[in-house]
Nanobody, 116 residues
């Protein structure tokens, strides 16, 4: 059974940092793009960042560019999201996503709360 399990969320003050992890099991995603999305209360889920299978290409939402960094360790089948200078508007449930031909996998999400 394929699973994506996020961890690393929590409560942090504005200006603080968190590092999210997404550990995949059940299959390898080393050739698949993996991304992070987030959903704030009352809002639609939105794109945050994506990384190519090799890790050589990354894209970010304008709202997080310069503050967040996505990376991956294919030996550990894990993708990370380093979040610096967090702001209250970053408060959301953060989800990991992996895409393979014909299938999209989502994790269960991890809550990030930023207090002002």
């Amino acid at each position: 059974q394929v699973q994506l399990v996020e961890s690393g969320g929590g409560l942090v003050q504005a200006g603080g940092s968190l590092r999210l992890s997404c550990a995949a099991s059940g299959r390898t995603f080393s050739s698949s793009a993996m991304g992070w999305f987030r959903q704030a209360p009352g809002k639609e889920r939105e794109f945050v960042a994506v990384i190519s299978g090799s890790g050589g290409t990354t894209y970010y939402a304008d709202s997080v560019k310069g503050r967040f960094t996505i990376s991956r360790d294919n030996a550990k089948n894990t993708v990370y999201l380093q979040m610096n200078n967090l702001q209250p508007e970053d408060t959301a449930v953060y989800y990991c996503r992996a895409i393979v031909p014909g299938r999209v996998y989502w994790g269960q999400g991890t809550q990030v709360t930023v207090s002002s």
